[in-house]
């Protein structure tokens, strides 16, 4: 693992780039979700896809982790994205880099960024989107006294543009409906202590405006795999499908089984759906395998 860092309009990023053990057969933008760093679940990924034959990387969004960027975590979608466009100019400018064969995989929030970024960003030629919000006023509205919530928001965001104040937001509160995700954050900051589980209330302003399923039929045609848990608490299987109809072929859809939103995030689940990630990149980006095929509806598979 090689730290590196880059920029993104003006604001220095931090990243890590792992290499694979001989020339890689493709590259992998990595990103984290809902107000993570890298350093949280990314380095066993990361490990997992160098070790598969592709050169990754993963960064912090600014704002976060080691990045630049005040004040400190605000999560805007638009930066989010033009952070992650940055970072695959860094590894489209890395010698080694198979170029055209640069693709975004990004978990749950991140999956939201990455849709996003290559909806805008032709470089991207390929998008793998896991149990990853495609609309987030209809995500953000399943959790209860949804108006109410977003008028604090709003108060939050008018408090901020007066003076510069900001209040925080309790990720772990953001989870509550999914108590198995909750436990596995919660573990997570207490290993990772330069990580406090939370962001800025009146992010969610920009939040919940952040629709990244009407964009997706600017993929093509370029490949796209959507990946979601059936038993997923946190962010529904629907959500994946109604991006899925929405995009233009070539387009998948993979349906696990017995898989929650927490199960993506750590241990042999985890490993097994960055494998099913992998195989389909394989296909469609690094030519070991037939190219997919026009898909009319989901394929669903169970976990080992």
């Known amino acids: 693992m090689e730290p590196v860092r880059f920029m993104s309009q003006g604001v220095e990023l931090a ?5 694979p053990p001989s020339t890689p057969r493709g590259a992998l933008v990595l990103c984290q979700g809902f107000g993570l760093i890298k350093a949280i679940w990314m380095p066993e990924i990361a490990r997992h896809v160098a070790q598969a034959g592709y050169l990754a990387l993963t960064f912090d969004f600014r704002r976060f982790g080691l990045s630049g960027g005040h004040p400190r975590r605000r999560l805007l979608p638009r930066e989010q994205i033009d ?3 940055a970072a695959v100019g860094f590894l489209a400018a890395e010698p080694s ?5 640069i693709a975004a995989l990004g978990l749950s929030f991140g999956g939201s960024i990455a849709l996003a970024a290559a909806a805008e960003d032709p470089r991207i030629a390929a998008l793998v989107a896991v149990a990853s919000p495609m609309d987030c006023a209809r995500q953000f509205r399943l959790g209860p006294g949804f108006d109410a919530f977003m008028e604090r928001a709003r108060r939050a965001r008018a408090d901020f543009d007066a003076t510069g104040a900001l209040a925080p937001m309790s990720t772990l509160r953001m989870m509550a409906r999914d108590p ?3 436990d596995r954050l919660q573990q997570a900051a207490d290993a990772c202590p330069a990580w406090t589980p939370d962001f800025s209330f009146e992010s969610m302003v920009d939040i919940v405006a952040f629709c990244p399923e009407a964009a997706a039929h600017l ?3 370029r490949p796209a795999l959507w990946i979601y848990g059936r038993d997923d608490a946190l962010v529904p299987l629907s959500e994946g499908q109604a991006a899925f109809d929405r995009a233009r072929e070539p387009k998948a ?3 696990l089984d017995n898989i929650g939103h927490s199960d993506i995030h750590g241990g042999e689940a985890m490993q097994w759906v960055i494998d099913d990630a992998l195989d389909w990149l394989d296909a469609n980006i690094a030519g070991q395998g037939p190219p997919m095929a026009p898909e009319q509806g989901p394929t669903t598979r169970s976990a080992p």
């Open 15 to 19: 990243g890590d780039l792992w290499r």
């Open 97 to 101: 880099t198979p170029q055209h064969r």
């Open 83 to 85: 952070d992650l466009k």
């Open 253 to 255: 859809i993979h349906i």
């Open 219 to 221: 993929i093509a045609p």
């Open 180 to 182: 198995a995700m909750v």
